[in-house]
């Protein structure tokens, strides 16, 4: 086992202190230049989150993918799952300390620069990138989160997931709108004239208790307005425009009426639900692997996508000087540890599961989008891609510091604090400030270690 620095010891304790609602290594042995790989008598161990939207799918994808890993290199395949960041980042911890564990991780993009962070993994080198079909088999858009710098990449490409609108075509239809809204301000007044709470119909299906969903919205509005979140090591929660984010995100459930009030307990799921069985006009924040549920619904043929508004709320077109942010880089990225004796059956399995064929049947059994290249464009013309595609084009990555699960924690939590206040009706004011404070400083703190590791 490779001692660890102080320095990346302390990255591994900030890291441990996540609670993510969530992204020079050594050469594989055996010098293998992507050739056959035999591992036979040998197990390759890899830890990847549950699917919670399609559990049952997910079972037979894995006994597959053992089946097929087994032909090719003679070696068994053990899948591990983790239900929570929490539990992800105690594997990690407990991996990176003890010198073993999973061999193989998958990781959420905006998790990759935590991880990272502790000097736990593999970084890519032209011989790893040969060993996984070389670095031209990704679509380029992917790797930009997969390390620091173009010269320092860690992640393989696995998945992307642009985050868009669904939107029923009737009920716009019957509302007389024609298309939907490019800003946040228009989609509100899209989700008043849609909503016929009498009907149990409503213009958003949110997710307010989800893991993962509350803080994309905030970012989104944020980075639209102007504000980075980090800028030059600094942490930006408690600016103006993180509060006007919070306060649209908020006012849809406790002013404006426009979701379902049950919506303050939903999970993404349960919104995805609201929307198949036709109770609501937008479905914002969600992904391709929206699609096996929508088209196995009542609303199949009844749906399409958009881009989420790409304009700050209060503002009337894209704000000079801010990123037009449709979505967040978002996506999955594979890791090996660097403590794993398996490297050449770790990248032999990368290379299986990022191939064109596994990465479309992934495609049609999970939703989500190839990272191989010819993967992708051969959905280019597939129904639903357009407003994807375009979305993908049109996805900014979130800052690439090791700091960045604690800040990605501390967005979340302002909405895990305040489910209460918007189950009660109303986020006070002061309250809603106190808690920009606490997460503003946690994550200054956060941003401090990080430098200094």
Request: glycine content about 10%; hydrophobic content about 40%; aromatic content about 8%.
């Amino acid at each position: 086992m490779r001692m660890r620095t102080p320095a990346a010891l302390a990255a591994i304790t900030a890291a441990a202190a996540l609670a993510l609602t969530a992204c020079s290594g050594g050469s594989p042995e055996g010098g293998s230049t992507g050739g056959a790989v035999d591992g036979t008598g040998k197990t390759l161990n890899v830890l990847v989150n549950v699917n919670t939207l399609y559990p049952e799918q997910q079972k037979q994808w894995f006994t597959d993918m053992q089946a097929k890993f087994k032909e090719k290199t003679g070696a068994e395949l053990k899948y591990e799952t983790f239900t929570s960041a929490n539990e992800e980042l105690q594997r990690i911890q407990t991996s990176v300390v003890s010198g073993q564990g999973p061999d193989v991780y998958s990781l959420g993009t905006t998790f990759t620069p935590t991880a990272v962070a502790t000097g736990a993994f593999v970084q890519l080198g032209d011989e790893e990138w040969k060993k996984v079909g070389g670095k031209d088999r990704f679509n380029p858009a992917t790797l930009g989160i997969s390390g620091p710098s173009e010269d320092r990449l860690y992640g393989v490409p696995y998945v992307s997931r642009p985050f868009v609108m669904a939107y029923n075509k009737d009920i716009l239809a019957a509302a007389g709108i024609d298309k939907p809204a490019t800003t946040w301000d228009g989609l509100l007044e899209q989700a008043k004239k849609t909503t016929d709470a009498s009907k149990g119909q409503y213009g958003l299906a949110v997710a307010y208790k989800d893991n993962f969903d509350p803080w994309k919205f905030v970012w989104a509005m944020s980075v639209q307005a102007g504000n980075g979140i980090v800028d030059d090591g600094k942490a930006k929660i408690d600016d103006p425009a993180m509060k006007k984010a919070y306060e649209t995100y908020f006012g849809w459930l406790t002013q404006d009426k426009v979701v379902n009030p049950a919506s303050v307990g939903w999970s993404n799921s349960q919104a995805l639900a609201e929307f198949a069985a036709g109770k609501a006009a937008f479905f914002p924040m969600t992904t391709s692997n929206s699609i096996p549920t929508l088209d196995k619904s009542p609303l199949a043929g009844k749906y399409e996508y958009a881009i989420m508004p790409v304009a700050a709320p209060g503002d009337s077109s894209p704000k000079s000087g801010a990123k037009p942010a449709a979505s967040i880089l978002s996506g999955d990225n594979i890791v090996v540890a660097d403590y794993s004796p398996n490297k050449d059956l770790a990248f032999a399995y990368i290379e299986m599961v990022t191939s064109k064929d596994v990465q479309l049947n992934y495609q049609k059994t999970f939703g989500d989008l190839p990272a191989n290249a010819e993967g992708l464009a051969a959905l280019e013309s597939a129904p639903h891609m357009g407003a994807i595609t375009e979305a993908a084009e049109k996805s900014y990555a979130t800052p690439f510091t090791g700091a960045w699960g604690d800040i990605q924690l501390g967005l979340l939590n302002v909405t895990v604090q305040s489910v209460p206040e918007l189950a009660a009706g109303n986020v006070p004011d002061a309250t809603l400030s106190q808690r920009l404070k606490d997460a503003q400083d946690k994550a200054q703190s956060s941003l401090d270690r990080a430098g200094t590791s």
